[in-house]
């Protein structure tokens, strides 16, 4: 199964899904989250793919949020709202399938890692960059909150001290900062990163997966079990965040290219 968006192969019981929108440095979009979550289904359901890796087309992970889906009905504080009260929901529901799949998750990172595509990157089992990555929880510079876990994923991951840093600053990370704060599992080059990724999925395909599917269920049920909550919450918080007028000047200074006046209304 391939989408436009997304391309789904398998081979060695490695399921490898690639999110296919290099325009947008793999933006997600509504239709990039349904045919994702159709190739992560299909992953799911099959008994011989024992391992998934996800990826990006065109040398970057994911930039994170739509912005051209997410002002398509305007700047009107009433859809601006609702459309990101949908967005952010539908991308919810990715984190919580990456961690309801009991089969290890891989993430292969390179190029722009940010917002929610650096979440999703935190809810999957390993993480692999390159050197070329370039981290971000960029919601603080458009008036927003994280969404797809992030601000719960990362206090369990660095603690509270070092997420608020990362959450209320909004600074740049490269791969080397992401190891020594142990969010990411190796760091190789660019050139090293498609055979790091491969070695370490062949090791887990030939681990015994049902032992494997009980670590992950166990590991949820131990340091996950609050994720759901945290999203929902997310979903509310972030609909509230939609209707201010520094989210609306965070949003405008981003399209202009320009550095936004926060008024703090």
Excluded: W
Excluded at 77 to 105: C, Q, Y
Excluded at 108 to 120: I, P, Q, R, S, Y
Excluded at 242 to 265: C, L, N, S, W
């Amino acid at each position: 199964m391939s989408h436009p968006l997304v391309d789904y192969q398998t081979e060695q019981h490695i399921a490898t899904i690639t999110m296919n929108d290099p325009k947008t440095l793999n933006a997600f979009s509504t239709s990039l989250k349904n045919a994702m979550m159709d190739a992560l289904n299909q992953a799911d359901a099959d008994y011989e793919v024992r391992v998934i890796v996800l990826q990006g087309a065109g040398n970057h992970f994911s930039s994170g949020g739509h912005i051209g889906e997410m002002l398509e009905n305007g700047m009107d504080s009433d859809a601006l709202a609702d459309k990101i009260n949908f967005m952010v929901s539908e991308v919810a529901e990715i984190s919580l399938k990456l961690r309801n799949i009991h089969k290890p998750i891989i993430a292969k990172l390179e190029g722009a890692v940010a917002g929610a595509g650096m979440n999703l990157a935190l809810t999957c089992d390993f993480r692999v960059a390159a050197d070329n990555a370039k981290f971000v929880q960029a919601f603080v510079n458009i008036g927003l909150i994280p969404d797809a876990g992030g601000i719960y994923l990362l206090n369990k991951l660095v603690g509270v001290a070092k997420t608020t840093e990362l959450v209320m600053l909004g600074d740049k990370l490269k791969a080397e900062d992401m190891a020594r704060l142990n969010l990411v599992n190796e760091v190789v080059s660019a050139e090293e990163l498609d055979a790091s990724v491969l070695a370490l999925a062949t090791r887990l395909s030939q681990l015994p997966a049902k032992a494997l599917a009980s670590m992950k269920h166990m590991i949820n049920v131990h340091a996950y079990m609050g994720l759901n909550e945290a999203l929902d919450m997310e979903v509310d918080q972030q609909t509230m965040m939609a209707r201010t007028d520094d989210f609306k000047e965070g949003i405008t200074a981003f399209m202009e290219k320009r550095q936004p006046v926060y008024e703090g209304k």
